[in-house]
């Protein structure tokens, strides 16, 4: 077998494993806990310490393809602010985003029994297309950016909407983001501008990248990073839903890439050690 | 004048929005939120334009039969497909030309565009982000490779941070007493992250700002013209 379809037959193996390591966790849940992080028990005091009644923000800045990561994330943070008995206000500045509110808040309202009243407990004001300038508009005034909701219904015939003129009236805006625009314009708007208090939740691989804004300037109230961020905001809550269950194959998964890192380290250190030996050999 | 009209209006409006930042009154503050204002209508038709574009650019592959056309055809159907029971049915709570299509709705649980939003493109597009997972499998394999120091310290890391994320962290450290906390793994993920990691971070953000002040002031005071189109 020639290099080339030997790293071939390889990479199937790899990919075989990996779907071994993924799919026997579902099947078989292995019931690990997660341990919290500041990072996260600071997102959820912010909407735990923001009184009854408030009005606040969740938008939803991703599309279907980071649904795993952050729609559990919207589903708990709705289901905490129902709780605290906030009034939650859905914009997205992905064109997907209004679709996955929608579908988070028909997943919370069925734990609540379908009592939460649309226009008095939430409203969904849809996408529109601009990313940071439309924030700075909000900021300005946002009926003109949201004449209208989703249903078309006007700005002004929303009850819960009824004394928000901009964003200064919003108690805080927690951004779900999978990229731009999404938090980083919530932070250097919203907060650096209008000084809204901002917390964010954010895909795994660009979690390290919004590190910085968790400063003393509390830039960014909390931050929770990808699925883990996500099942520990269900710990917080204490139920498990689909992120506690779904930290289960991601964790066996990284443990087999572990493996394959160790195996790749020992395939390389007998490769070095052979091709010296080699080397002799043909040189007699 | 084609090319220079572009340039004084880039000019005026960036200086505008510049001083606006520092001026905080009328006519500044009056000027910009009607430049936001068409920011957003403008952008609006970008939507439309990359609709148009995006047809145009699927006919043509298939009418040409160019390589892989099949899949320029699937591009178009469905887009076809999502434009006509949008149009014709609305979704979620916006009605369509039809009204609310009750009918349809009781038939399948949701009205046509939300059904097939739910049951095929959240999956499909799911299932391509998780395919990510796989290639990141075989290229930790293949490339996280000891060589030097640096690939050392650097898987070091990583495993570290990999660990250290999973839900297995807890267990595998649970036994070092509370006196040597920082190697609890999740502490030692917690604070490579918090310092090294943000401290690279910065660096990182604070060079991409001075390179997005640079270019905005080429672009506001005419030298970077590439905006422009048109090759040169």
């Known amino acids: 077998m020639n290099s080339a379809s030997r790293i071939q037959v390889e990479r199937r193996i790899v990919f075989l494993l990996l779907l071994v390591a993924v799919a026997l966790p579902i099947i078989f849940p292995l019931g690990l806990k997660t341990q919290g992080t500041p990072l996260t028990r600071k997102a959820y005091d912010m909407v735990d310490e923001t009184p009854e009644g408030s009005v606040v923000v969740i938008s939803f800045d991703y599309d279907p393809s980071t649904v795993t990561e952050l729609q559990p994330m919207a589903i708990a943070l709705i289901e905490h602010a129902w709780k605290r008995k906030q009034k939650i206000v859905a914009t997205a500045l992905w064109p997907q985003g209004s679709q996955m509110a929608d579908m988070a808040f028909r997943d919370v309202q069925e734990k609540f029994g379908n009592t939460k009243v649309y226009g008095e407990d939430y409203v969904n004001l849809g996408y529109k297309v601009g990313g940071m300038v439309i924030i700075q508009a909000m900021g300005r005034n946002l009926k003109s950016v949201y004449p209208t909701d989703m249903s078309n219904t006007p700005y002004s015939e929303i009850p819960m909407l009824s004394g928000i003129r901009t964003l200064k009236d919003i108690a805080y805006v927690f951004s779900l983001s999978a990229g731009d625009p999404g938090l980083k314009d919530w932070v250097m708007t919203a907060k650096d501008k209008y000084n809204v208090p901002v917390a964010g939740g954010t895909t795994a691989v660009s979690t390290p990248g919004f590190l910085p804004y968790v400063n003393d300037q509390k830039q960014l109230y909390g931050l929770l990073g990808g699925l883990k961020g996500a099942a520990e905001y269900e710990l917080l809550l204490e139920y498990e839903g689909s992120a506690s269950l779904n930290m289960n194959p991601q964790s066996v998964a990284h443990i087999l890439i572990l493996v394959l890192i160790a195996i790749g380290n020992i395939k390389a250190y007998r490769k070095r050690k052979a091709a010296p030996a080699a080397e002799e050999v043909s040189n007699g | ?232």
């Open chain 2, 1 to 232: 004048m084609k090319r220079n009209l572009p340039l004084v209006f880039a000019f005026v409006v960036g200086l505008v929005v510049f001083l606006s930042e520092f001026i905080p009154h009328n006519p500044f503050g009056q000027i910009t939120e009607t430049l936001e204002n068409w920011f957003m209508i403008v952008s609006s038709f970008a939507i439309l334009l990359g609709q148009i574009s995006l047809v145009r650019a699927n006919v043509t592959r298939v009418a040409e039969r160019s390589h892989n056309w099949q899949y320029y055809l699937a591009g178009l159907v469905s887009f076809t497909l999502m434009v006509a029971v949008g149009l014709l049915w609305g979704m979620e709570q916006t009605p369509g030309i039809f009204g609310q299509g009750e009918k349809i709705a009781a038939f399948i649980s949701a009205k046509p565009f939300d059904y097939i939003f739910e049951f095929s493109y959240i999956p499909l597009a799911s299932t391509m982000f998780a395919l990510l997972a796989f290639y990141i499998a075989s290229a930790a394999y293949r490339a996280f490779i000891i060589r030097n120091f640096e690939s050392n310290l650097l898987m070091i890391t990583a495993v570290i941070v990999i660990l250290g994320r999973t839900s297995f962290a807890t267990a595998l450290t649970g036994w070092v007493p509370a006196s040597l906390k920082l190697l609890h793994l999740p502490e030692l993920t917690d604070f490579i992250m918090q310092y090294p990691n943000t401290a690279a971070q910065r660096a990182i953000m604070i060079s991409a700002a001075l390179g997005v002040i640079g270019s905005s002031l080429r672009i506001i005071l005419g030298i970077e013209r590439s905006y422009l189109g048109g090759g040169k």
